[in-house]
Structures are given as C-alpha cells and as structure tokens.
C-alpha cells in the first residue's frame, strides 16, 4: 500500500546552522509532496511543494529536494531560527502524510 | 479573509456520548478535508467532503464516524458513543479548488477531543 515515512523523529539543530529533514515514499507514481509545518498546538501550515517534474525547488531559506530515483525528498532550511522549532510533515498528493520530525533550535 | 475556523477549540465527553466538531472553511473553498492526529503522531486523514458531497471517507472508521458539509453552513464530523480511544486532535483543512491534486490545503487550529 501507499506509504509515507520520516527517518528521524526528532532532529536537534544549532541556531544559525543548516537543517535537513528527510522523506521517504513508497508510490512510485507519486506526482506532488508537500512540506508542512506544524508549531506546538496549531494546525499544519503549508511550507512548499514540489512536483515531480521537478528535483529541487527553493523558497524563503528553505529548499526541497525530490529523488524520484530512490523515492525520497527533503526539506533543506537555511540558517535555522528558533521560529523553526516544529514538527515537520511531508506529505504526498493531498492528504497522505507522513509521521513527522521534530525539528529543536538548539540556543 | 478569515481562515479556517474551527470549534469547539476543546471538547470533553463522557464514554458513549456524542461529539459533533465542526469546521468552517475558507471564504470560497468548496472542499473540506478532516484529519485525526493522536499526540506525538502524524496527520491521519479521515475524509474528503465537497459540498453536499462524500468525495473520499476511506480514512472513517466504519462505524461511529459520520462527517457531512450541507449546502448551507460548516462541515460536521460526528463521533457517535464515543470511547476513550477517539481522544484526538482533530483537524480540518480546505482548498479551493475542484479536481487538481495540486491544491493547497489550509488547515484550521484543531479541535482537542478527550473522552474520559
């Protein structure tokens, strides 16, 4: 069945250093994802997407990569700010998503 | 332009009682998504609703759960005779758009459901 998963449940990070947060997926035939981030108590706020047709795509400090050879993407963040502590969540077409990573802004 | 606007924000309910939960969409969006989340997991997703349409439940327990958005107000997801296992954050999302896989949802604060 359809399937998507994160590698780490929580990610500690130093402000001002770069963060990666990686996505696995299992549908080969996946054409759209889509990064979200969730602050404690709050529902999910759109990030940035991707398409298929595409391998990377760059927004405000935050970059998204997608492998489609080994069915995998990553959210890249720029400069990580406290303001990034969140759980991340790919997710795949609309309404399929993952477990979520725990992103900490360590001071 | 309000976003999506949720309540209750809290809802607390006896064993074998009923919880409705509602969700008021963004201004023009048509279609309503609901998503359960327990705590420290991810998003779950329940149901895919256009109005006065059931688009996809296969994410609904196949009893209990009943979700509906009428022509005329919010979307409603009804937990029938609830049980402690459905203490959940609930969230609902909408987009606007028909058809396209590529539309952006945007989601509401969640309604905190705890059974006691």
């Known amino acids: 069945g359809e399937s998507v998963g994160l590698h780490l449940p929580t990610l500690s990070v130093q402000e001002g250093d770069n963060s990666i947060i990686n996505c696995a997926y299992s549908n080969s035939a996946s054409d759209y994802f889509i990064w979200y981030k969730q602050e404690s108590g709050k529902g999910p706020q759109f990030i940035i997407d991707i398409r298929s047709n595409m391998d990377k795509r760059q927004g405000q400090r935050v970059t998204v990569l997608l492998n489609k050879t080994v069915k995998h993407l990553s959210l890249q963040i720029a400069a990580t700010q406290p303001g990034d502590s969140a759980v991340y969540f790919c997710?795949?077409?609309?309404?399929?998503f993952g477990t979520g990573t725990r992103l900490k802004v360590l001071a | 332009n309000a976003g999506v606007m949720q309540n209750p924000r809290h809802l607390v309910r006896r064993r074998g009682q009923e919880a409705r939960l509602r969700c008021s969409p963004m201004?023009?969006?048509?279609?309503v998504y609901w998503y359960r989340q327990l705590p420290e997991e991810g998003l779950k997703f329940m149901v895919y609703l256009q109005k006065e349409n059931i688009i996809d439940e296969s994410g609904m327990p196949k009893e209990r759960f009943s979700a509906e958005f009428p022509k005329e107000g919010p979307s409603i997801l009804r937990i029938q005779q609830v049980v402690r296992g459905d203490s959940a954050a609930y969230f609902c999302?909408?987009?606007?758009?028909?058809?396209?896989?590529?539309?952006?949802?945007?989601f509401g604060p969640g309604t905190r459901l705890t059974v006691l």
């Open positions: 201004k023009g969006h048509s279609h």
């Open positions: 997710a795949e077409r609309q309404y399929i």
């Open positions: 999302a909408s987009s606007p758009r028909t058809g396209s896989s590529y539309n952006e949802q945007f």
